[in-house]
């Protein structure tokens, strides 16, 4: 019998400690936006106070953060986006609206610290290596909600419930690399 082989799962932002590196950009959890230093209060500043946001996108070739809603973020297992929030470094802002199928996020305990206490950060990491050992996986359409859901979930044999988790039971991260956590 063969030895079933572990996927290469995507690591940190090396740079932050913390964070998702996807195009250019690095995302994290608004409890970690501080690694972006004073340019993320900054941004933030030029928010509605009515925006709730929970993951912060910085771009570090223009200096350009993002701000997304994503009320799921703790509960469930791949997140919907829903509106952003674009603030320029003039201080100009574009605001988008949620998409009727949207993008999700994949690999979100890499948003956060090991010792994270929103989601189970193990849980989230294991659903990763869970989903990366499928075949047959349509990389340019699994960002978006439908496709996920109707190809990708199913095959999992796992529902967005039963993968939540309400605290983190993880290893607490090594305060070499864990990053300031205040929040703009």
Not at 34 to 43: E, K, L, M, P
Not at 63 to 75: H, K, L, M, Q
Not at 84 to 99: E, H, K, M, N, Y
Request: aromatic residues 10%.
């Amino acid at each position: 019998m063969i030895p079933e082989i572990e996927p290469k799962l995507p690591v940190r932002c090396r740079r932050y400690g913390v964070g998702k590196e996807i195009g250019g950009a690095v995302y994290v959890h608004r409890r970690y936006a501080s690694v972006f230093g004073d340019a993320a209060f900054t941004a933030a500043s030029h928010l509605q106070p009515a925006f709730e946001y929970a993951v912060v996108k910085y771009r570090p070739d223009t200096g350009a953060i993002t701000f997304v809603e994503c009320p799921g973020f703790d509960s469930e297992p791949e997140p919907a986006i829903g509106r952003t929030c674009l603030v320029r470094t003039d201080g100009s802002i574009l605001l988008r609206q949620a998409r009727v199928d949207p993008y999700i996020y994949h690999h979100k305990w890499l948003f956060v610290t090991a010792d994270y206490d929103g989601f189970n950060v193990d849980v989230s990491h294991r659903r990763s290596a869970q989903w990366m050992r499928l075949s047959d996986i349509d990389y340019s359409r699994i960002g978006r909600q439908c496709y996920w859901m109707t190809n990708i979930v199913p095959r999992i044999g796992q529902t967005a419930a039963s993968m939540a988790e309400p605290t983190s039971t993880t290893k607490a991260a090594t305060a070499k690399n864990a990053p300031s956590t205040t929040t703009p």
